[in-house]
Every structure is written in C-alpha cells, then in structure tokens.
C-alpha cells in the first residue's frame, strides 16, 4: 500500500505560478504512472496531467497545456506539477495519485485506473 502526500498548495495570484509536490513510499513508486486530478468544490474530480512510469510520456487535460507541466524524479520518489499562469478556473483541491498497472505507456485519464490517492492540496486563486 502507498499513501502519496501532496504539498506546495496555497494563496496565489492570477497569472502566478505554484509548484505541487507527490511524494509516496512503499510500492516501488517508480514502476508507476502518477497523475494529478483536482476537484473543485460541487464539482466531480477531473483529470489533470499523468507521467509515465519513466516519464517518457505525459499527458494533460487540454486546459491546462501549455500552462502545466508534470515531471518526476524517481530517485526521490517524488512527482512535481509547475503550474503557471493560474486563471479562476483552476482552483481546487489537488491529489496525486499512482496507476494500478506497472510499467504501462499508455496513461490513463479515469480515476478507477489509479489506486493509490493523497489526501491533496489546496490551491486558491486570487483576482
């Protein structure tokens, strides 16, 4: 089992930048896809961006591309998600969370593929 924690949420700007941090132990993180998905308040948790095991691939919901980027160091054990130009669209609760499948290319979107959650972070945009 692996509890994946989310940090570096918090108050920002419009147009400002944040950096969020998964870090996990246990299951041998770097074997898996991580993805970020964020649910805003009354809203479902949607899909964010996903890495793939060797971060040979990622993949990001189409709002957010260009603006985010996911990248890992699995020697830490660590996923990151930079997000800049932060707009009213994106504030929300964020969580990390890893694929239930080893060593897959092919990123998932849906939240049943992913099995192991945080228990997120908040990201507050400002206008």
């Known amino acids: 089992q692996v509890q994946p924690v989310e940090s570096g949420g918090g108050l920002v700007q419009a147009g400002g930048s944040l950096s969020l941090s998964c870090a996990a132990s246990g299951r041998t993180f770097s074997n898996y896809a991580v993805a970020w998905f964020r649910q805003a308040p009354g809203k479902e948790r949607e899909f964010v961006a996903a890495?793939?095991?060797?971060?040979?691939?990622?993949y990001y919901k189409h709002s957010v591309k260009g603006r985010f980027t996911v990248s890992r160091d699995n020697a830490k054990n660590t996923v990151y998600l930079q997000m800049n130009s932060l707009n009213p669209e994106d504030p929300a609760v964020y969580y990390c969370?890893?694929?239930?499948?080893?060593?897959?290319?092919?990123?998932?979107?849906?939240?049943?593929?992913?099995?192991?959650w945080g228990q997120g972070t908040h990201v507050t945009v400002s206008s």
């Open positions: 969370a890893l694929d239930s499948r080893m060593k897959t290319a092919a990123l998932a979107t849906s939240l049943s593929a992913y099995r192991d």
């Open positions: 890495i793939s095991w060797n971060a040979d691939y990622t």
